[in-house]
C-alpha cells in the first residue's frame, strides 16, 4: 500500500511512518517544517518528503491512503483537495495506528497528564531489558531505547503513549481511545488542554471512556496517590492495580531520597521487596513513573509472578531527550532543557533540581506556549511553581491571541513573584535594559532576553546588576518550553560551551 503522511516531520507522525516503512509499505509524505532530526531519520529510511502542501500533489502521486496529522486543519490546501475530490481514502493518526499497528497485538497504552513519554520509554526499556521484543511507539526522542518506534514481534506487547488530545480535526476523541489497551497506564489526572476541554470533569469523562474498553482479562494501572485518578470512581469490570506511596497501592513505591549523587527508592509488590532502585534519573515524579512502567511490563508478560520481573535494567536507563535533559555540566554553570509547561510538572522539577544542587543559584526560563499554559487558566499554579526558583526570566507568550480565554498575564506574575522574593524579568523589560543603544532599539524580545541571561548567569560576560549570593554561587538555569524558546536555548549553550573551553 502507498500511504501518504500530512505532517510527517512531527515526531508521532514520523515515527509512525517509519513503522509503516517497516512493515513493507510505500510511505512518502509532506509537512511545513522539514528539519532535522526527523527529516534526516525518514530520508534515511527511504522516504520522500515533500515541503509544504499543495493539492495538485495528492493528484499527481495517487497514494492508496492518506494519513491526516493532528496539526493539520480546515484551509490547508491538501486538506481541502481531499474533502472536495473524495479521490482518495483518509483517516487520523490514531485510527490508522489502530488498524494498522495495534490489530491483534496486546496493547500498552500510557496515559496521563504528566510522564506519558517518559514512562513508554521505560516500559519498553524493561521490556527488552527482560528479553521480550515488544514493539514501541515514543511520542519524544528517547535515549533509551536508542529508537522511538519499533515494530517487535507480533506475539509480544505494543506500548504506545495514549494522549488524550483529540485524534484530528475530524475526530475530536482522545487518541487513546483508538488504542483498545490490554493494559491502560493511568499516571496521572489533571486539566489541561483548555483549547479542547471546559474542566476537569471533561478530562475525567475521557478518562473513564478508556477505562471502559479495557477488557476483563487486562488491567488498569492506576496511580493510587492521585485524588483524581480516585474520582473516576469504582472500576469493576477489569483489574486494578495501584501504584503509589500509599500502604493501600498493591505497588508501594518507598524510602525516596535525593543529593547530588541521583536518586533511590525501593518498590514493593504486595508487601514483599520487589527492588532496590539507584539510579540517575531526578525526582520522585521519576520514581513513580518507573514503578507504574515495572508494573506495566511485568502484568504483561508474567502475571502470575509479577515480582519475579528484573528491576536491574533501571540503574542504566539514560532517559528523554528535552526531560530534565543536561545540555552544560561544569562547576560553575549547569543547563538543563525540559519539556515542562504545566506548573505541576515545573514545580517537581524545581524541587527536585534544588535537592541536587543545593549550591546553586537556581534560574528558571519559561516560555508561555502550549495551548494551555499562553492562556491565563493555570496562571496562578505557574506563579507557584515558578516561586521555587531564585530568579525566573519569561520569554515572549507562542501566539499571543488568545481566543475564549485571557491570555497569560506576565505582569503579574512577576508582580506576584516579587512579593515572594523571587527575582522575575521578562522580554520587554529585558529589551529595555540591554546593554547597547542599538540593541534596544532594534532588537526583538529574543536577543534582548538571550543578552541579558547571558549576562546575569555567566560569570565570564559580566556582573549581575544584583549583587549578593546571586553572583558568588554557581549558576543553575532550566528551560522549560514545550518548544524551541525561539532557538534562544541552543545559542544560549554554544556561548556557554564557548566560554567553558
Known amino acids: ?245 500509599g500502604a493501600h497501592c498493591e505497588v508501594q513505591l518507598v524510602d525516596f531520597s535525593e543529593d547530588v549523587n541521583g536518586a533511590a527508592f525501593s518498590l514493593f509488590w504486595r508487601g514483599e521487596v520487589w527492588a532496590k532502585v539507584r539510579w540517575a534519573q531526578p525526582g520522585i515524579f521519576n520514581a513513580r513513573n518507573a514503578a507504574m512502567a515495572a508494573t506495566a511490563a511485568a502484568l504483561a508478560v508474567c502475571p502470575d509472578s509479577p515480582s519475579s520481573f528484573d528491576l536491574g535494567g533501571l540503574a542504566r536507563f539514560r532517559g528523554v531527550r528535552r526531560r530534565q535533559e543536561r545540555r552544560v555540566d561544569t562547576p560553575e554553570l549547569t543547563v538543563i532543557e525540559d519539556f515542562g509547561h504545566h506548573p505541576t510538572a515545573i514545580a517537581e522539577t524545581l524541587r527536585s533540581l534544588r535537592a541536587r544542587y543545593p549550591q546553586h543559584v537556581l534560574c528558571a526560563a519559561f516560555e508561555p506556549r502550549s495551548n494551555t499554559a499562553r492562556t491565563s487558566v493555570l496562571l496562578e499554579g505557574f506563579i507557584a511553581a515558578l516561586s521555587l526558583a531564585d530568579r525566573v526570566y519569561l520569554g515572549a507568550t507562542f501566539e499571543p491571541r488568545v481566543e475564549g480565554a485571557a491570555r497569560f498575564d506576565t505582569a503579574r506574575v512577576i508582580e506576584e513573584l516579587a512579593k515572594k522574593g523571587v527575582v522575575a524579568k521578562t522580554a520587554t523589560r529585558a529589551l529595555a535594559q540591554s546593554a547597547t543603544r542599538a540593541l534596544a532599539q532594534s532588537a526583538g524580545w529574543r536577543e534582548a532576553l538571550l543578552e541579558l541571561m547571558l549576562q546575569e548567569t555567566l560569570p565570564a560576560l559580566g556582573e549581575s546588576s544584583e549583587p549578593g549570593r546571586l553572583n558568588r554561587s554557581p549558576q543553575l538555569v532550566v528551560f522549560f518550553t514545550s518548544g524551541s524558546f525561539a532557538g534562544i536555548i541552543e545559542d544560549y549553550v554554544s556561548a556557554a560551551k564557548a566560554l567553558a573551553q
Open 1 to 245: 500500500m502507498k500511504i501518504y503522511f500530512m505532517g510527517i516531520c512531527g515526531t508521532a507522525m514520523g515515527n509512525a511512518a517509519l513503522l509503516a516503512r517497516a512493515s513493507g509499505h510505500e510511505v512518502l509524505g509532506s509537512d511545513a517544517g522539514v528539519y532535522p532530526p526527523m527529516s534526516t531519520v525518514l530520508h534515511e529510511a527511504g522516504i520522500a518528503i515533500h515541503e509544504g502542501y499543495a493539492a495538485g500533489r495528492l493528484a499527481a502521486l495517487a497514494p492508496d491512503l492518506v494519513v491526516i496529522g493532528n496539526a493539520l486543519s480546515r484551509g490547508n490546501p491538501e486538506v481541502e483537495w481531499l474533502l472536495d475530490s473524495r479521490q482518495i481514502p483518509y483517516t487520523s493518526l490514531p485510527a490508522w495506528l489502530a488498524e494498522f499497528v495495534l490489530k491483534g497485538r496486546r496493547p500498552i497504552v500510557i496515559c496521563g497528564t504528566h510522564g506519558k513519554t517518559t514512562t513508554s520509554a521505560l516500559t519498553a526499556f524493561l521490556l527488552r531489558e527482560n528479553g521480550r521484543d515488544a514493539g514501541f511507539l515514543i511520542g519524544g526522542v528517547p535515549v533509551e531505547p536508542p529508537v522511538g518506534q519499533h515494530l517487535g514481534e507480533p506475539s509480544e506487547p505494543f506500548v504506545i503513549e495514549g494522549d488524550e488530545y483529540d485524534s484530528a480535526f475530524f475526530d475530536k476523541r482522545s487518541k487513546f481511545i483508538h488504542y483498545a489497551p490490554q493494559i491502560a497506564v493511568l499516571n496521572n489526572l489533571e486539566f489541561d488542554h483548555a483549547d479542547i476541554f471546559r474542566d476537569l470533569a471533561d478530562v475525567q469523562r475521557s478518562f473513564k471512556h478508556l477505562t471502559r474498553i479495557v477488557p476483563s482479562s487486562g488491567y488498569i494501572v492506576m496511580n493510587g496517590d492521585d485524588e483524581n485518578l480516585a474520582a473516576l470512581g469504582p472500576i469493576d469490570w477489569t483489574r486494578v492495580v495501584r501504584v503509589g506511596t
